[in-house]
């Protein structure tokens, strides 16, 4: 029978607070104990009943099943997936948690509401231990394994499975896709994620202040980017091919070059290993270098730095030219490089590997590099410029910052869905952490549910998040990969967690796409994109979990 809404109203602040629904919204904690004080009541014997699931938008099909499971008991419980643990594509959930408890929370029906950080109910249920968990009517013959663990721990107190009607069915999925997302539900979303993950101002700028005591070391292809602005003048008279007149030349650090100026610009103490020659445009490099402080440690020998030219006209690039001196490297050369690898990251703040596609960074470098930095305590970054040969053989990286073009060439892989495919790139290279770009739509993150490789959880199913694109009106798409490398290494070297590394390295993206060439990205400028942006504002977020 159910209890008397009275015998409740006590557990709930009294006045105006008490009035307010999202006191219903508590920690798995506070709930349990509440749960408890119920049980312990005397003279009573309430039957606890528990749903569980994503409920990114509450339509009807839902209000049904939390109707019927009101009915099976005394005290209704409702937990959600946690934004992290939902993996059903990249963008989703498209209602962030806070905003989903807060409208589970709001209906009537509901007692109380708790976010769950874990993709299944194992662990919510075996805390709260309901009499009945209740399940949809698609789930009375389901073989899904993630039920069947549900179901078990439910089982193995004595509770109960029961199954709704299943009367109307809808698909938060179709729904969701005959939609498009309004302006203001994205800004609501952004504002709850900065929240969450402490992604704000004064954040940033502890990061920024303490750059000037980092040492940071970029071993792999230092690059010359050469544009070559031109006038299209006609098609040609000799063959249908267009005609162009040059205008200007200029020739721009690139790769692990550009990695290695954005730190020493930034006041990092940079050292660069990298394979450069005796050519005028290794000596330019060099110079521009070294102009900015860079340490330059060489790695092997080359006739010359490694040149990508590329044809613009009208801002817009036409076709691109790569000449590329690529040396083998002998195995006493691996070894030397891997050595002075070593000595240089010894005491470090962090070691980035920049994988170009010139081969410099190849598989016997890497294995020797990684035998000589076992369980280091220098958080190692893995990232790739156009031709990503090597990235996944970077292993047991803190992070890897790619796009999605990349991971999908260095994996060979173009068809699987991309959690699952980041899933598998983790699982084979030990990283923790992934960085995926996705272009205008911003990024996704990627982390383990467990730091210690050596716990369960390990090779559990991802956690991720998206963050839009903080870029409007780009100009030039130049270095944006590497700045967002850059930035996001700097904060993944001071012990910040992977969303605010995430966001720093796109907000340094987004400036660097309004600059010319491999115009580097100040922390001034960086400071005036960061104070613009609204959802970086004190108080934006509500929605606080008890």
């Not at 209704?76 to 948690?97: F, N, Y």
Request: hydrophobic letters at 40%.
């Amino acid at each position: 029978m159910r209890m008397p809404p009275d015998d409740f109203s006590r557990w709930g602040p009294s006045g105006a607070e008490g009035r307010d629904y999202r006191r219903k919204i508590v920690g798995a904690r506070r709930l349990a104990d509440i749960i408890a004080d119920l049980r312990n009541r005397p003279g009573t014997s309430p039957t606890i009943v528990q749903c569980h699931g994503c409920f990114d938008i509450v339509h009807p099909g839902h209000i049904r099943y939390l109707q019927f499971a009101r009915t099976q008991g005394d005290v209704l419980i409702v937990s959600i997936t946690g934004d992290a643990s939902i993996d059903k594509e990249p963008l989703r959930p498209q209602i962030p948690q806070e905003l989903r408890a807060e409208n589970l929370a709001a209906l009537e029906l509901v007692d109380w509401v708790v976010i769950d950080p874990h993709p299944t109910a194992e662990s919510i249920l075996a805390q709260i231990r309901p009499d009945a968990y209740v399940k949809g009517r698609e789930y009375a013959t389901s073989d899904d394994p993630r039920f069947l663990r549900e179901r078990a721990v439910v089982e193995s107190y004595g509770g109960r499975v029961i199954f709704s009607s299943g009367e109307v069915v809808f698909s938060s999925t179709r729904l969701l896709g005959a939609m498009s997302a309004s302006d203001e539900l994205t800004d609501r979303r952004l504002d709850c994620v900065c929240e969450r993950h402490e992604i704000n101002r004064p954040a940033f700028h502890r990061f920024l202040a303490n750059l000037r005591d980092m040492k940071i070391v970029v071993v792999g292809d230092a690059v010359v980017d050469r544009y070559v602005f031109c006038d299209a003048r006609s098609v040609s008279s000799e063959a249908p091919m267009m005609s162009l007149k040059t205008l200007a030349e200029r020739d721009d650090p690139g790769g692990a070059a550009l990695l290695a100026m954005q730190l020493a610009e930034l006041g990092v103490e940079t050292t660069l290993l990298t394979a450069l020659g005796a050519g005028d445009e290794s000596r330019r490099l060099i110079e521009r270098l070294e102009s900015t402080g860079v340490e330059i440690r060489p790695i092997a020998g080359r006739s010359d730095v490694p040149l990508r030219t590329r044809y613009v006209v009208d801002e817009r690039k036409l076709f691109k030219v790569e000449r590329a001196d690529v040396p083998v490297l002998d195995t006493a050369t691996e070894r030397r490089a891997a050595e002075s690898a070593a000595d240089a990251a010894n005491g470090a703040d962090a070691l980035i590997l920049f994988d170009a596609g010139t081969s410099l960074l190849g598989h016997g470098l890497l294995s020797r590099l990684h035998d000589r930095l076992p369980g280091s305590a220098v958080p190692l970054i893995g990232g790739c410029g156009e031709a990503p040969a090597n990235l996944l053989s970077i292993r047991s990286a803190s992070l890897l910052v790619c796009s999605e073009r990349k991971l999908r060439l260095a994996a060979n892989d173009f068809d699987t869905g991309l959690s699952a495919l980041a899933y598998r790139a983790m699982n084979r290279n030990g990283a923790n952490r992934m960085i995926v770009t996705l272009g205008k739509r911003g990024l996704v993150t990627f982390q383990r549910p467990s730091n210690d490789p050596h716990a369960p959880g390990w090779r559990g199913r991802l956690l991720s998040e998206h963050l839009p694109s903080q870029t409007d009106g780009v100009s030039d798409h130049f270095g944006c990969g590497e700045s967002l490398l850059t930035f996001a290494a700097c904060v993944t070297a001071a012990r910040g967690n992977l969303m605010q590394a995430a966001y720093l390295g796109s907000a340094a993206s987004a400036v660097q796409a309004q600059l010319s060439g491999a115009s580097v990205v100040t922390g001034e400028a960086l400071c005036r994109h960061l104070g613009a942006r609204r959802e970086l504002l004190p108080g934006r977020a509500r929605g606080r979990v008890a």
